[in-house]
């Protein structure tokens, strides 16, 4: 059998300060692993960041024709009025049934009293 070359698993060792202060001389301050101060907080860095996202999300789609609505969609938007107007209905209803009921008993106290 030919050799295999296996490599070591290589595991996340320990860094000093020492050893922490030296890269950052070597290499310099970085935001991105916070060694360096940002001028501004990361809620406004962030918020930024996703209104770029947002504004070019919006970009993409601001020109593209709506979506035309299947029969599913049409179907339960009819339903959906249907029901509506039936409750509306009822509604209008009762609100003329208790009117009349109202009459009949205003009437009528004013007939015998």
């Known amino acids: 059998m030919a ?6 698993i290589r595991l996340m060792s320990f860094v000093s300060e020492e050893q922490l ?26 918020k930024e960041n996703k209104d770029k996202r ?7 789609f601001k020109h593209r024709p709506p979506k035309a609505l299947d029969e599913d969609e049409t179907e339960f938007l009819e339903n959906l009025e249907m029901s509506r107007r039936e409750y509306e209905r009822q509604i209008a209803d009762e609100e003329a049934q208790e009117l009349h009921s109202f009459q009949v008993n205003f009437l009528l106290f004013h007939i015998f009293f």
Do not use: C, H
Not at 28 to 35: A, L, P, S
């Open 21 to 46: 202060d030296e890269s950052k001389k070597t290499r310099g301050e970085r935001i991105e692993d916070g060694t360096a101060q940002r001028d501004r907080p990361l809620f406004e860095i962030l």
């Open 54 to 60: 947002d504004a070019e999300f919006n970009e993409r």
């Open 3 to 8: 050799e295999e070359s296996v490599r070591p």
